[in-house]
């Protein structure tokens, strides 16, 4: 922790990363992005079908309401406020720095810690398919998928975030291009009892309404990455108009798209053989059950899912990286952490240390789990119930920061539907994720995600008690004003900026 003085060499615009490098389209595809259009879509329909069978498109629809109630809330921030620290920054000006760290701490276990575990467990499914459908046992392959592509992914956000945005609108459009091709073909070709529509949106079909709202419940999860555009908001040209644009196309987007593609998936499966004791139903597939409609119904393209699936991993990683390390650099060059965070090149002006803390962390927390748990365990603990928990804490912060930021700073615009009712129907959904995520109380190694989130705001809290003691508190006035007004960043044509 640095708590001396910080001064870094800005532009007019503010900042000292690259203002105005991307436009709407790419800080859309950058949020898109960071939700995994084919890892949400494929890695988790078993689950969701066990918990509501046929209605679990409909459970998505529930799903995506509450995250636009979560949306606004971002939107209301980020319309007057521009930070690379997304989160942090606005938690900080509209609460306290103090509460803002805390924000900025748990983070850590959202998109910092998502990386590592998500390239190994990719590694971990490419594994598996080869020793299942071709006999090759290579059961190293989930951490060299590791050590080869989060070293290439730093490259390219060293390189600038441009050409990185680039590359996530190419890798972005293919996956999802696969994988609404693969439900279309499942509507085309559908497998026992057809279409079923009347029963697929109807909730009265759904196995229990416990299981109904879990489902909802586990689509917040499902969906989560859609705030990824903000600390991107220092180099977004238009950023006051354009971040909060990015955020509601990337929810109502991706929110039809899972619809669509979980629909698509139940009807190729089949209505009639989706749950029951039959190893041919689908919450009994050893495999994925995307995976096993492409062998169905695609033959030797089953493979073209698996490379949907691998442009998935390598998108939201790219994505997370961007996010993580905004939020790094921002608290280097406020003095929240030390100030080599806060280091930029002269020619791509992109973060470069808070790059390499970031692919460090990567390999550490990927191999480490990976190795002591294995790759699949590792991505189940971290990036799902540590991770729920984490963005537990974020988001019902922002929830209270929207409602102080318009109440204190900006009353004129206060307005309580946008700034108090709807902050408190999704943190009580939010409240309810967490409750229904632990019932029942989850084996090992799942049963250490409360103990493990709990230590680190632990140790959060005893680092801030500590500066407080030793009077080391000049950092908080740069956290609270660690945020540039929108309007600040330059209004540039949008047709230069790329992506």
């Known amino acids: 922790m640095a708590t001396h003085e910080i001064a870094p060499v800005q532009s007019s615009s503010g900042t000292r990363l690259k203002a105005g490098a991307i436009g709407l389209p790419g800080a859309t595809m950058q949020a898109v992005a960071c939700i995994a259009p084919a890892i949400a879509g494929l890695f988790f329909t078993q689950y969701v079908v066990s918990l509501t069978g046929v209605t679990a498109p409909l459970a998505y629809i529930f799903g995506v309401c509450i995250v636009l109630m979560l949306g606004s809330t971002l939107v209301q921030l980020s319309k007057h406020m521009s930070s690379a620290g997304g989160y942090y ?82 890798l972005g459009l293919l996956e999802m291009g696969i994988v609404l ?22 909730p009265a079909h ?108 390598l998108a939201v990683c790219q994505a997370c990286n961007n996010v993580s390390t905004r939020i790094w650099f921002k608290m280097g060059e406020t003095g929240t952490l030390p100030k080599w965070f806060g280091k930029t090149h002269p020619t791509h002006r992109t973060p470069t240390n808070a790059i390499l803390a970031n692919l460090a962390l990567s390999l550490a927390i990927g191999l480490g789990v990976g190795f002591l748990l294995n790759a699949s365990r590792s991505y189940l603990l971290t990036n799902g119930l540590v991770l729920v928990l984490a963005v537990l804490y974020i988001y019902v912060s922002a929830n209270v920061a929207v409602g102080f930021y318009y109440l204190k700073q900006r009353r004129d615009e206060f307005n309580w539907f946008l700034h108090i009712a709807l902050p408190v129907i999704s943190t009580a959904a939010l409240i309810y ?57 330059p209004e540039i044509d949008e047709a230069k900026a790329g992506s």
Request: hydrophobic share 55%; with cysteine.
């Open 89 to 170: 920054s606005f938690v900080s000006r509209a609460i306290n720095p103090r509460v803002g760290f805390l924000t900025a701490w748990m983070y850590v276990f959202y998109n910092p810690l998502c990386a590592g575990p998500i390239y190994a467990y990719f590694g971990y499914l490419l594994q598996q398919e080869l020793a299942t459908h071709y006999g090759i046992n290579a059961p190293y392959l989930w951490w060299l998928t590791l050590i080869v592509f989060a070293p290439a992914i730093a490259f390219l956000a060293w390189r600038g975030i441009a050409l990185s945005v680039k590359v996530l609108v190419g």
């Open 181 to 202: 091709a693969l439900a279309i073909s499942g509507f085309i070709s559908p497998g026992p009892g057809g279409h079923n529509f009347a029963s697929s949106w109807d």
């Open 206 to 313: 759904s196995l229990s309404g416990e299981g109904f709202a879990l489902a909802i419940v586990f689509s917040l999860q499902g969906l989560t990455g859609w705030e990824a555009a903000a600390p991107l908001a220092e180099e977004t040209a238009h950023p006051r108009r354009n971040i909060p644009r990015a955020t509601m196309i990337a929810i109502c987007g991706l929110g039809i798209f899972l619809v669509i593609v979980y629909w698509g998936q139940i009807v190729g499966w089949g209505t009639a053989a989706l749950t029951g004791t039959s190893p041919k139903a689908l919450v009994n597939s050893p495999d994925l059950p995307g995976l096993e409609i492409a062998h169905r119904l695609w033959g030797a393209g089953w493979v073209i899912v698996l490379a949907a699936m691998f442009s998935s991993t």
């Open 433 to 489: 994720v967490t409750i229904k995520s632990f019932q029942p109380f989850p084996s090992f190694p799942y049963n250490f995600a409360p103990l493990i989130d709990g230590a680190w705001l632990a140790i959060g809290l005893v680092i801030l008690l500590v500066l407080w003691l030793r009077k080391k508190d000049d950092w908080i006035a740069k956290a609270g004003a660690a945020t540039i007004d929108a309007d600040v960043i």
